[in-house]
């Protein structure tokens, strides 16, 4: 096989047969969905059926799904399917607090969801004689499986190296000539300096392709990334309601993630109000499953931020880019009546080269004042000279001050002091007096 694409069929699809398939999906989703507890129950009260529905635009007619409704209905509440004939696997979100959200999968949604991922890596130039490693944490997480049976369906040798422990992840890298790795972004940049310090050079090894995803990050962090591991780095996007990573990916125009409209249905709306936005414009991304069996999702409230972006993609997919993941409407925080999200802040450190990657934002209550802090370690590169160190200092808290309208307690830390994870990376910590 030597085309540029998985399917062809589907990924360069005209734009109206693809929503035709789309409002097909959508009837077959919602007649499935009715038969689960809860959304019989929503649908029937609304007195709504999938006749209701003549266009993709109908779905408006349906009410969102948020992750408080799947809690409430914690476990089983949402499957339509019959589980104990046909359920396969569950997932479950990393839920740091209060109840997790389950998924269960039929045989059907996995294979369809290996297809996606392998369409995804395939997208980026991923063949089968390639070797795929992955350094997502196995288990419940998504990102393992997730990419593993991609990986798999795609025919790659894969190296199911799961999180953790660097100098094995880079053993494999070396050994087993991986030449394509899954990795969450701030991971990336770990791997990079354990290179280092293992004295091996990473651009000399056989690795040239690296998955990214799962963490907000921005465009000059994912430079550092290719310039520090010379690779190319791609976008990845998913969630476990949404099954997992396939959801959204770049293709080699490294501009924007095709969402993969024949499998979902996306709306960006306003986070307040709920009313839809323009394509091009910031709000809240909704998503409903339109190839998922036994507990398909509608209308489901993700809390990411981002747009759609305009215009057609020089790669000739028809599916429209989502940008990247703007930060979520629940991390943003607010301090002195200003709302921030720490994508914001993390846009203007990535900008000095004085800087290392790991970062913390402390907000805490001093002397009856509400504080802003940011640690931020320095990178190898700077001198200890002091009044060098504060012109630095007072750059960064200028513009910073520009981004976020107020100005934040900047320290410059040691590399290595802050706390450094090896999974997702905690940047706010909130010690204010409520
Ligand atoms: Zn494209």
């Known amino acids: 096989m030597n085309s540029k694409y998985w399917e062809e069929d589907i990924e360069t699809m005209p734009r109206e047969a693809l929503q035709n398939l789309q409002l097909q999906r959508l009837k077959k989703t919602m007649h499935i969905a009715s038969h689960s507890p809860y959304y019989g129950k929503v649908f029937k009260e609304l007195g709504i059926t999938a006749d209701a529905l003549h266009s993709v635009a109908d779905i408006r007619k349906l009410p969102f799904t948020t992750k408080a409704d799947m809690r409430a209905n914690y476990p089983f509440g949402l499957v339509a399917g019959n589980m104990r004939e046909d359920g396969v696997r569950i997932h479950s979100s990393s839920g740091t ?5 389950v998924i269960v999968h039929s045989q059907h949604d996995l294979d369809s969801w290996a297809n996606l991922v392998a369409r995804c890596l395939y997208m980026v130039g991923i063949r089968k004689t390639d070797v795929f490693q992955n350094s997502s944490g196995y288990g419940m997480f998504t990102g393992g499986l997730g990419f593993q049976y991609g990986a798999e369906r795609l025919g790659a040798l894969t190296v199911p190296a799961a999180a953790g422990n660097s100098k094995r992840q880079i053993k494999f890298i070396t050994d087993f000539g991986t030449t394509a790795l899954h990795a969450i972004p701030s991971y ?3 791997l990079a300096e354990v290179f280092q310090d293992e004295g091996i050079n990473p651009t000399s090894t056989t690795l040239r392709t690296l998955i990214i995803g799962a963490e907000p990050h921005t465009e ?5 990334i290719e310039r520090l591991l010379g690779v190319k780095a791609y976008n990845s996007f998913g969630m476990t309601e949404m099954n997992g990573p396939g959801v959204g990916f770049e293709c080699l125009e490294q501009n924007g993630m095709h969402i993969w409209e024949d499998c979902y249905l996306a709306e960006i709306v306003d986070p307040e109000s709920g009313e839809p936005m323009p394509d091009g414009e910031i709000g809240e991304l909704v998503l409903t499953t339109l190839d998922r069996e036994m507990m398909p999702l509608i209308r489901y409230r993700t809390r990411d931020l981002t747009r759609i972006l305009p215009g057609k993609c020089p790669c000739g997919r028809t599916h429209r880019r989502l940008d990247r993941i703007k930060g979520r409407t629940d991390d943003m ?3 002195k009546g200003v709302n921030i999200f720490p994508m914001q802040v993390e846009k203007i450190l990535v900008q000095f080269p004085q800087l290392g990657s790991n970062y913390l934002i402390t907000l805490d209550t001093i002397h009856n004042q509400d504080e802003m802090i940011i640690e931020v370690e320095l990178s190898d590169l700077i001198s200890d000279n ?5 012109k630095i200092r007072k750059d960064i808290t200028r513009q910073l001050k520009d981004e976020i309208l107020l100005t934040p307690k900047l320290k410059l830390v040691n590399k290595g002091s802050l706390p450094q994870n090896e999974g997702k990376a ?3 910590k909130d010690l204010r007096e409520k």
């Open 97 to 101: 607090t209060g109840t997790p959200t």
């Open 386 to 390: 002091y009044l060098e160190l504060e």
């Open 188 to 190: 990336a940049i770990r």
């Open 220 to 224: 000059e962090q994912r430079r550092k």
């Open 333 to 335: 925080f607010i301090i």
């Open 426 to 428: 905690i940047r706010v």
